[in-house]
Structures are given as structure tokens and as C-alpha cells.
């Protein structure tokens, strides 16, 4: 290679090109694709970016600056990366910063801006520092922070990336935006055998002692039939039998018979937690488990459809067992990490430390720490979010998406809008894996790529260990309202069967989409009601803080005691949330003990976890909730589900609104009556005959299924029609209605009747800016969507050149 060579630089910057750097003559033999260098960007910036691409092509107008550094000989980002980087940005229309700026942990991509904040380490010895270590160390000692200039300054040279790396190695500074948000992973309570009662004859001795001990005597044989290896298990699990006494357990411990510790359940795997052996699949399990095998034999792509309880997690670790034994990595994602606490716990007593967790609750020198491990093939199975689709696997095998029809997996600000499910067959694909696609409530895309045979499909249709599927019944709140029989939330059939199962000790769950007190405040003389000054909304009243609240922008302010408008105080608040929920039940069952799981009640650290555990270990009678009750959660004690108001599930004006309220129905319905007892799900509603509730009751999951396809069909929209949504923003409204008529204009010269609109949106305003919508229908045709693509390119960028203060934002498979 010559000495004018040029490397292409993608910087975490959303500007729609890489850039060419000239390579200093020394360097030349040391650069690679997927490496990190540090490169000056315009006067005083520095950047740290991604080499994309090595030529001999020097650029004609300008002249290329020299790279300043190369950051680590390693190749950060591999191959199957960059070409996966590619491809979101060209299929989402994003920029390839933007992608690099969403794949890489902050710590990976620094730049100018970005301070550093010292931190004490007791146990390192400053003498194996070298003197700009030291020197470096020094500096973030007496002044605590230093940004990227302050330390070029002090060093007096440009290239202080492997100076700065070297000191967060070795734990002596941070990222400011690190502390920020600290993350301590829940510890969960493991019950171990005294290592002087291990062999077989101590244990016949301690067995003699209790023999007048009955309770202790069942203790020890509950954990025993729990841990055969006599390793540990989770004090929850022996817990569960009621016949268990906690006190009985506590004297044990007392006594030193078992060894109580404190262990975490979804950090990183620092420590080795006890692996236990998987039992084995029942006959329908089996079956799917050869069924799956079978089809990917054929497909790429293997679809799970199991009722909920089924035992698809099951499957799943079985599954993975299998891509461990041929030396490939696993990719497992969630919809939402913080939410399934359960299934981190139990894949770690299967997989111990062979399983990393993955997720934005992590700080960032723990999220760069995995992303190496997966770099280094260290951590072989990957249990993560969406964005776990950016790590650098490089024998990637086998990727699990559970809950694949959840809309948690799209990724909605910022840019690049992705889908995960979506993305992670295109990754596969690139690694030659295999993709396993699961779900109770398949997504509509899914279930079209079956029906045309693109996926293989399998289906679970029994419940794990012989549990029967749920009792549902639909309550017709118009009716009972109309009759004068129905006061407050809840009807009678509801408050008796709650009544009932709090009266066997059994568990309920209540589900309410909509958090907060009441949807809204107003004035019962004239009608105003309270606004947000940044958005086009109502504000939410919340009980617990005394506040209206805006859910789009976080505007607060308090209640309002009189009109604002004509100074009556005559005020009411209209609608429930979880909040009101809450507060009845509270009146109705004073004794039970409840919970709320929503967005409010979780904010604080670990608030999911807290709540889940508690209500699994029984110290909650009653879950009230939102859409968070329906994701992950698998209680054995749970025997009726309420859902308070189904018909607020049906309001919104979007295609998609039947189907996610199936899906949400389906899904928190299937919480009830698991292993040996059958549940019950009432839906209370005022339109027992909507075709989602009547399918819902008769388990008709297919005929819904194909009634709305055909819906779908007729009107053109997905799976049988491509959309990209077009966003347009403009503090000035005058100025947002110019600016989206002319790219709706330059639009319709080449794309024609496919685009529809501008239009204002429901909700009009947000965060003080003026919103108007282009929607663009696509066949599902790749040479067109390419071609529209194009177009569509084309038309933005000449939109932006005239109007420069007006955003806008592209959504592709909105």
C-alpha cells in the first residue's frame, strides 16, 4: 500500500456522509476496517470514529486531513457489523453516524465535548502508572473533572485516547455522563446446604435430629427435591409451597443447617452463580422442539405459537443448550429487560456465567465490558433489549425473539428507527444463523409470512403441566349502568371474584391502560379544561403528587383548585388510570395488600423488580397495572384477571389498534390460572360484541386473524402494503404548512397517489413544535421500494435546502 492512502470515517454525527482522512506514512500498515481513530472535525473538534473503508482515492476539492490517531491496534466494530450498520441505514433512511452513534456505548465514541470525572481506587498502586498516567491521575485528582481540550492541553499533544483509556481500565476516571445513571443489579435471596452436612452421612444425621422437628424435616426435604446437587436455590422458590414454613426456614439458618446469601440476578456475570440441569420437555414440547429442528432445516426463520404457559422458555434454553454444544453464540431479546427479572434468573441457574445481560440500565463502562466480552467471544449467550442487535458477534448462531409481536422492539426516537424482530433476521442472515420467532399473539407480519410459507411454523397448544387455559367472560358495563347496577370501577361478578380468590390466598391482577388518576381536570361551569403550554394535549391528573401532568413533555403543575377561565371552583376530574384503581380497591379490600406497576410507581431503581418479586413471593395480594402486567411475568398464584376497561383499547384512530388490542388482551388474560388451577379473566366493557372481545372470549385467535387481514387487505395497508411516515416539525405553524406542502408536492411528481396528505396529526403540538404528516404507501416490492427510497431522498434534501428550520423525521414500517 502507497503512502497516499485514505481511509472513510463514519463519526457519530448524523450527517448523511463518511469522510475522507489521508493516513500519515507510519500508520498505513496498521489501519484496519472497524477500527477506532481519532480524527479533528472542523476547527477544534476532535472525534473518535470508525474506519468503513481503506482507498487510494484523493479527494479532488480539498484537501484531507491526516488522522490523528489510531485508538487500539483491536478492530472494534467486525465486518458482519459494518455490513449490518449498512444496511439499517439504507433500509431506515437514517444516516451511518446515526447508527454508529445508537451501536456504541458512549465510552467507545468520544469526543471534544466529553469530560472525565476522577474516582478513587484504594487498591491500585500509582507506582505501575507511567508519567502521563501519573501526570493525568494528578490533574483529575485536584480539579475532580477535566474535559477532552483541558487534558490535550495538560499532556500537550493531540493524541490522548490510549492515555484516557488506560485510566478507566484501571478504574481512576469515568465518563462524566456515567454517573449519571448508576446501576446495581437486584440480589436475590439463594438457600445453600451447610458444607458440613454435604456427604450422605451428615445429612442422615441431621435428618435423625429433626426426626421430633417436623416442619424443619419438610424444609430440608423442599430443598433437597429442589436442589438434588445440593447446590443453591433461590429462597423464593422454596417459598412457593405454601406448606413451607418461613419460620422454620429461619431457625434452620439460625442453626447453620442452610447458608442464606445475597446474589445477583442481571448484572454482568461477575460472580458464579449456582447452575442447575434443565428437566426434561414433556411429549408436546418434544414435538415442537423436532418440529422447530425440522423447519429450519427448510427456513431460516421458525416460528414458535404458544398459547401463554406453554413452556416456549422451555424450548428456548433447550435451544440454546444445543448452539453452546456446536461452539456458536446465542442472542436472546426481550421487548423490555427491566421487565423480565424472572427469565434473567432462571437462564442464569442454567447457564451461569456463560449468560451476559444487556441493556441501557447498565452504566456505560459496564455496557462497553460486554460489548468486549461478546468481541472476544468470552460470553457466549446474549440476553438483551433491541439494541443487543449491535454487538459485535462474530460466530453468531441462533437468535431468539420472544414476544416478537411486541411494539417495544421498535425503536422510535432517535434515529435509526428500527425494528428489532426485523433487524434480527437481517443480521442472521448475515451471519448464516438461524432465527426463532416466539409468541402467543403473533404480529400480523408474522403470521402473513407464514400464511406464505416465507417462515415454518410450530405450534404449542397445550399449557405446561396439564394447566387448563383461562375462563374468560365479558361484563357489560352499559347494561349494568343503564339498570343502576354498577357503582364505582367495578361490577359486582368482578369485586365477588376478586372476594373469592383473596379468600383462598390466591393472587389477582388488574389491568388498566392509562396511568394517573383521571385522563383529565375540568370545570363543570364552562367546560375548560387544562392544556399543556408545550403540546397539543390535556393534562393528566395524578393523585399522589396533586399535580397535572403532561405525559408528553413531563410539564407539571399543580391541581387546579378554581377556573382558571371563570373562577369557578366547581372542578371535576373525568376518566380513571391505575391511580383511581388503586385507591378503590384500596376502599373495597382494606386488608388485601396491593401494588401498582406503571410507569409512576417504577421510576425509582430497580422499582420493576421490587414489585414483580414482591408480588411472586406472595407479599402482594392485588397487581394493579398497565401494559407492563402483560410482559415476562409468569406467577403460579394468580387465579383471576380483571381488565377494568377494555374499550379504551379500542379508541385510537390507528390501523394497528384492533390488533395491539388482541395482543394486550390475549397477553394479560394469559397471566391467570397457571400450572394446576383454571383462572378466570373478566373483561368489563361497553361493547361485549366488538369482534376483538368476542374472539378473545371464544379463544378464536385464527378467524380474528384473517377477518383483519382481509380489512387490511382492502384498504391497502400492512403486511400487504410498505408505509413510511414522514414527520414534519416547525415552531412556526404558517412556516410547517409551507414546508410540508412542497415535500408533499415534490413527492407527488414522481410517487403520484401513493402519498397521502399533509395532514395534522391527533395530536398537533409537541414539545413546541408544530407537527403535519406525509404517509407514503409502498408495494412490497423491493425494486419499487428501492426506486421510492430514492425519490424520497431526493425530495427531503430538497425541502431541507429551503426550509432549513423545519425537522423532519422518517419512520419506515410505521
Not at 89 to 96: A, D, I, K, P, V
Not at 118 to 136: A, H, K, P, Q
Request: glycine share 4%; proline share 3%.
Amino acid at each position: 500500500m502507497s503512502a497516499a492512502s485514505f481511509v472513510e470515517v463514519i463519526l457519530p454525527l448524523a450527517t448523511p456522509k463518511t469522510y475522507t482522512y489521508a493516513l500519515p506514512f507510519d500508520k498505513v500498515d496498521l489501519v484496519k476496517r472497524g477500527q477506532r481513530v481519532v480524527v479533528q472535525f472542523g476547527k477544534r473538534k476532535f472525534y473518535t470514529g470508525i474506519v468503513f473503508e481503506i482507498h487510494q482515492r484523493k479527494p479532488l476539492d480539498y484537501q484531507a486531513k491526516l488522522i490523528e490517531d489510531i485508538v487500539e491496534q483491536e478492530v472494534l466494530v467486525n465486518e458482519q457489523q459494518l455490513a449490518f450498520w449498512q444496511w439499517m441505514s439504507e433500509y431506515y433512511l437514517c444516516t451511518l453516524g446515526e447508527v454508529l452513534a445508537a451501536a456504541l456505548p458512549s465510552a467507545l465514541k468520544l469526543g471534544s465535548e466529553s469530560s472525565f470525572v476522577f474516582v478513587e481506587n484504594e487498591d491500585l498502586d500509582w507506582s505501575m502508572l507511567n508519567d502521563e498516567e501519573f501526570l493525568l491521575a494528578e490533574a483529575l485528582q485536584a480539579n475532580q473533572e477535566l474535559k477532552l481540550e483541558d487534558i490535550q492541553d495538560l499532556l500537550a499533544k493531540k493524541t490522548v485516547y490510549p492515555v484516557i483509556q488506560s485510566l478507566m481500565e484501571q478504574r481512576l476516571c469515568v465518563i462524566k455522563e456515567q454517573l449519571q445513571e448508576k446501576y446495581k443489579a437486584k440480589e436475590i435471596s439463594f438457600i445453600s446446604l451447610s458444607e458440613q452436612y454435604k456427604t450422605e452421612h451428615a445429612l442422615r444425621e441431621l435428618f435423625h435430629k429433626l426426626e421430633s422437628k417436623e416442619k424443619q424435616s419438610e424444609v430440608l426435604l423442599h430443598y433437597l427435591h429442589h436442589a438434588p446437587q445440593k447446590s443453591f436455590v433461590p429462597k423464593s422458590k422454596l417459598l412457593e409451597d405454601k406448606r413451607i414454613s418461613e419460620s422454620s426456614l429461619k431457625t434452620l439458618i439460625k442453626n447453620g443447617v442452610f447458608v442464606e446469601e445475597q446474589r445477583s440476578i442481571s448484572r454482568i456475570m461477575s460472580d458464579k452463580l449456582p447452575v442447575e440441569e434443565l428437566e426434561a420437555l414433556n411429549p408436546h414440547q418434544k414435538q415442537a422442539m423436532l418440529e422447530i429442528k425440522e423447519g429450519f432445516e427448510r427456513k431460516s426463520v421458525v416460528v414458535l405459537e404458544g398459547v401463554t404457559g406453554s413452556g416456549k422458555t422451555h424450548i428456548y434454553i433447550k435451544l440454546m443448550e444445543e448452539a453452546l454444544a456446536a461452539g456458536k453464540q446465542v442472542l436472546y431479546l426481550l421487548p423490555e429487560i427491566a421487565l423480565t427479572a424472572q427469565i434473567v434468573l432462571r437462564l442464569q441457574r442454567y447457564f451461569g456465567e456463560k449468560i451476559g445481560v444487556y441493556h441501557s440500565k447498565f452504566n456505560d463502562q459496564e455496557r462497553v465490558e460486554i460489548y468486549r466480552n461478546v468481541l472476544n467471544c468470552k460470553t457466549p449467550i446474549i440476553l438483551a433489549a433491541r439494541s443487543g442487535v449491535f454487538l459485535p458477534f462474530s460466530n453468531l448462531g441462533l437468535i431468539i425473539v420472544d414476544e416478537e409481536h411486541e411494539r417495544s422492539y421498535k425503536q422510535f426516537d432517535p434515529a435509526p428507527r428500527y425494528h428489532a424482530r426485523d433487524s434480527s433476521i437481517i443480521l442472521a442472515h448475515i451471519h448464516g444463523a438461524k432465527v426463532l420467532l416466539g409468541s402467543a399473539t403473533l404480529s400480523f407480519e408474522t403470521f402473513n409470512n407464514v400464511s406464505l410459507g416465507k417462515y415454518a411454523h410450530v405450534q404449542l397448544t397445550e399449557r405446561y403441566g396439564n394447566a387448563v387455559l383461562p375462563k374468560i367472560e365479558l361484563i357489560d358495563v352499559l347494561e349494568l349502568k343503564q339498570q343502576k347496577k354498577m357503582q364505582g370501577l367495578f361490577s359486582e361478578k368482578l369485586k365477588t371474584a376478586i372476594q373469592d380468590a383473596l379468600a383462598k390466598k390466591e393472587q389477582v391482577i388488574l389491568f388498566q391502560n392509562r396511568r394517573g388518576f383521571a385522563n383529565y381536570a375540568n370545570c363543570n361551569l364552562c367546560n375548560f379544561i387544562p392544556y399543556c403550554p408545550n403540546c397539543d394535549v390535556s393534562l393528566t391528573y395524578h393523585k399522589f403528587f396533586n399535580k397535572l401532568v403532561c405525559h408528553y413533555c413531563g410539564h407539571q403543575e399543580k391541581m387546579m383548585e378554581t377556573c382558571r377561565a371563570c373562577g369557578s371552583n366547581d372542578i371535576q376530574v373525568k376518566g380513571f388510570g391505575t391511580e383511581q384503581i388503586e385507591d378503590e380497591i384500596q376502599i373495597l379490600f382494606p386488608q388485601a395488600k396491593l401494588a401498582r406497576l406503571d410507569l409512576d410507581s417504577t421510576r425509582k431503581k430497580h422499582g420493576h423488580e421490587e414489585i414483580i418479586f414482591a408480588f411472586q413471593n406472595g407479599e402482594i395480594d392485588i397487581l394493579i397495572g398497565t401494559q407492563m402486567v402483560t410482559k415476562g411475568l409468569d406467577f403460579d398464584h394468580v387465579s383471576v384477571v380483571g381488565i377494568v376497561d377494555a374499550d379504551q383499547l379500542f379508541s385510537f384512530p390507528d390501523f394497528r389498534a384492533a390488533e395491539k388490542a388482541f395482543q394486550l388482551l390475549a397477553q394479560v388474560g394469559g397471566r391467570a390460572g397457571r400450572k394446576d388451577k383454571q383462572g378466570l379473566v373478566l373483561i368489563q366493557s361497553k361493547q361485549i360484541q366488538h369482534p376483538v372481545l368476542q374472539h378473545i372470549k371464544d379463544y378464536n385467535f385464527s378467524t380474528f386473524y384473517f377477518e383483519e387481514l382481509l380489512t387490511r387487505k382492502q384498504y391497502n395497508y400492512p403486511p400487504y402494503t410498505g408505509l413510511i411516515l414522514l414527520t414534519i416539525k416547525h415552531k412556526q405553524p404558517e412556516e410547517l404548512k409551507e414546508a410540508s406542502k412542497f415535500l408533499a408536492d415534490e413527492l407527488r411528481k414522481q410517487l403520484g397517489r401513493q402519498v397521502l396528505g399533509p395532514t395534522t396529526p391527533l395530536i398537533s403540538k409537541v414539545r413546541n413544535y408544530y407537527l403535519r404528516q406525509i404517509l407514503i404507501k409502498v408495494e412490497k416490492n423491493s425494486m419499487v421500494i428501492a426506486k421510492t427510497k430514492e425519490v424520497l431522498r431526493a425530495a427531503i434534501d430538497a425541502s431541507q435546502r429551503k426550509y432549513r428550520s423545519a425537522f423532519i423525521v422518517v419512520e419506515v414500517d410505521a
